[in-house]
């Protein structure tokens, strides 16, 4: 999925990748490492595979971005 696909699909959520690619999404970061140590137990999976990232929604970047 593409940067810009991702931004609109999942804006203002979290999101769980493996592999560079989205295993799932919450808007609760609480739910989404939940998620990340069901799916991928740390004695399991290498934590360079594991990766969770916010989703700025539109009204985020333009703060960070046009300031």
Request: charged fraction near 35%; hydrophobic fraction near 35%.
């Amino acid at each position: 999925m593409k940067q810009e696909e991702a931004s609109k699909r999942f804006s203002g959520e979290w999101l769980l990748l493996f592999n560079e690619e989205v295993v799932d999404h919450s808007s609760s970061i609480e739910d989404i490492l939940k998620l990340a140590e069901e799916k991928y137990p740390a004695e399991q999976f290498p934590d360079d595979k594991i990766k969770i990232s916010k989703v700025l929604d539109q009204e985020t970047r333009n703060i960070f971005f046009f300031c």
